[in-house]
């Protein structure tokens, strides 16, 4: 889906840099429509249904619009996927526009895994870590896996950095196997 995903998501980031607006307002007022794309079977219906006609699905959207406050372009955007009927890979849409803007802004998207929850102190020590090691701002999810037994887990793109109790014993079972 991400090669259906990715140009839309690419041209919506050009028109959010050329028109400069603010990343983060264009980002809450997607995630206000994902809202209540996801709360409404109804509205999903309707909009996913090839028999409904283009222009009432973009009617609605208006007067949904009219209670989200979306501006011309997130407005425009949504009334693209609506009318090449890609609705249906909105959430790959999403994701694909989140890493792109992410990519264009100087952010790592971040992912690590630990065996406990950790302190905010850790958290804040690894994000700083990773900034330095990738010379961008540091978006972190946080996940835990006890099987892990200790330490942390960082991926950052395609590249882990494997610090965990688990990844040293199996590290050194293949040196001594070898």
Do not use: C
């Not at 999903?44 to 208006?62: G, M």
């Not at 890609?86 to 971040?110: H, K, Q």
């Not at 630990?114 to 020590?125: C, I, M, N, V, Y």
């Amino acid at each position: 889906m991400a090669a259906i995903a990715a140009p839309y998501a690419r041209a919506f980031a050009d028109v959010v840099f050329e028109a400069h607006l603010n990343a983060q307002d264009v980002q809450q007022q997607l995630d206000d429509f994902v809202a209540a794309w996801h709360v409404s079977a109804d509205l999903r219906e309707v909009f996913l249904d090839p028999s409904f006609p283009a222009d009432q699905k973009v009617a609605i959207l208006d007067k949904l619009n009219a209670r989200l406050g979306m501006s011309v372009q997130v407005r425009n955007f949504i009334a693209v996927l609506i009318q090449h009927d890609r609705l249906n890979v909105f959430d790959d849409v999403l994701a694909e526009y989140r890493r792109e803007m992410n990519r264009r802004l100087g952010i790592s998207e971040v992912h690590v895994t630990s065996a406990r929850p950790l302190e905010t102190d850790e958290r804040q020590g690894i994000e700083e870590k990773v900034a330095i090691l990738t010379g961008t701002q540091v978006q972190a999810t946080y996940h835990e896996d006890k099987s892990l037994l200790g330490g942390v887990v960082v991926r950052v793109g395609s590249t882990v950095y494997d610090g965990s109790v688990k990844g040293r014993l199996d590290r050194l079972k293949e040196q001594l196997a070898s």
